[in-house]
């Protein structure tokens, strides 16, 4: 009897091992897990689906997404190019170039510099005369080098209030926080004072003593404080004089551009790095205005992307955010982080440079009276 049971039972295991098995119909815990993620579908009975789908929103709801993530291929795609850096040159490669245009880089050399870092190392610096030979000469004046024109003793004058030009030809800031905008033979003059906006328009050559009567190009070197105007091929060095309200020349100046510089100028900014940047169209070169030496040259788009194609010059400096100036009279924000411009604003040339967009038409002091001709 026992061995029947035993044989019986053998039977049953064998036949049920015989049998295909069944695949479950509901979804694992890993398969959950994937749908969750990657939200894959697949083909499953109504009930099973709806089961399915609360567990995912559970298990979404309950791993936090990463707060910086992975940018995706889109935005990868989307993002430009950086820029490749503007080559800086070292001392000797700066010195090598200017000795390769036949100038001497050791004559910059100011005797104060000389003293300072004769201080620094220890030595004594003798900076008063002799007493020994006080008839001794230790300043003299070159009688071949030109003397610079002198500088009026008082402001320039503001001229009176004319309409407004259809475009700007140059723009730039000043080391004084002013914006100067020329068109034609006139500048205009913006800035603040006393938290109040101030305007007033010159002839250039009567703000800027000696320089040219048109502008072409303008920018300001913020470490020296030079401000630099350009006519044709012609640069022109200025300082702010404070007493004098009144721009003067700088050494070494005027200046006709080298030979090999084949543009001609058109826009000149200082970039967010201290490049002095001078431009013409699709091409640019790094320029150095005391020596009148091109450091560098290149083509604008690819050391520049997305630059508007009508600027004039930089209004603000700031370093991530440049305010653009644009021949259509805009100013344009442009982002050194993403490399294009963010934002834009129409400008009201009357408002922001202190001119009449429309001259007022004259009254005529008596009318006419018209009268009929007699009937003969």
Request: glycine share 6%.
């Amino acid at each position: 009897m026992v061995h029947r049971i035993i044989l019986l039972i053998s039977g049953l295991i064998l036949y049920a091992n015989s049998l295909p098995i069944k695949p479950d119909p509901r979804p694992s815990s890993d398969q959950i897990k994937i749908d969750a993620i990657v939200d894959l579908s697949y083909e499953t009975k109504e009930d099973d689906m709806e089961r399915t789908i609360k567990v995912r929103d559970k298990f979404v709801q309950a791993v936090p997404l990463p707060v910086d993530s992975e940018p995706s291929m889109d935005d990868i795609d989307s993002a430009p190019e950086k820029p490749p850096p503007i080559p800086k040159l070292n001392k000797a490669e700066k010195w090598a170039l200017i000795r390769a245009y036949g100038k001497d880089p050791t004559t910059r050399r100011r005797r104060k510099h000389d003293r300072i870092q004769a201080l620094k190392r220890g030595k004594r610096v003798n900076v008063k005369r002799d007493l020994a030979a006080p008839w001794r000469i230790t300043h003299t004046v070159s009688r071949n080098k030109p003397q610079p024109n002198p500088l009026p003793d008082k402001p320039a004058m503001a001229l009176p209030i004319d309409e407004c030009p259809r475009q700007f030809d140059a723009v730039t800031r000043g080391i004084n926080g002013r914006i100067y905008m020329f068109a034609r033979d006139k500048v205009y003059q913006v800035w603040h004072e006393d938290g109040l906006p101030q305007k007033a328009s010159y002839l250039i050559t009567d703000l800027f003593t000696g320089g040219p009567r048109t502008v072409t190009a303008a920018l300001t070197n913020s470490r020296s404080g030079v401000t630099i105007l350009i006519s044709g091929r012609t640069a022109y060095r200025f300082r702010w004089n404070k007493k004098h309200k009144r721009f003067q020349f700088a050494k070494n100046t005027p200046q006709e551009m080298p030979r090999n510089v084949t543009i001609t100028p058109q826009t000149a900014f200082e970039w967010y790095d201290g490049n002095q940047v001078v431009m013409s169209g699709a091409h640019f070169f790094i320029y150095d205005a005391y020596w009148n030496v091109p450091t560098f040259t290149g083509h604008t788009r690819r050391y520049f992307p997305n630059l508007p194609a009508d600027i004039l010059g930089i209004t603000y400096n700031g370093g991530t955010t440049l305010l653009m100036y644009t021949k259509s009279n805009t100013i344009k924000v442009y982002n050194t982080k993403r490399y294009k411009v963010v934002q834009e604003y129409p400008i009201n040339i009357g408002a922001y440079a202190g001119c009449l967009t429309e001259l007022p038409k004259p009254k005529d002091e008596k009318p006419k009276n018209r009268q009929k001709a007699p009937k003969g």
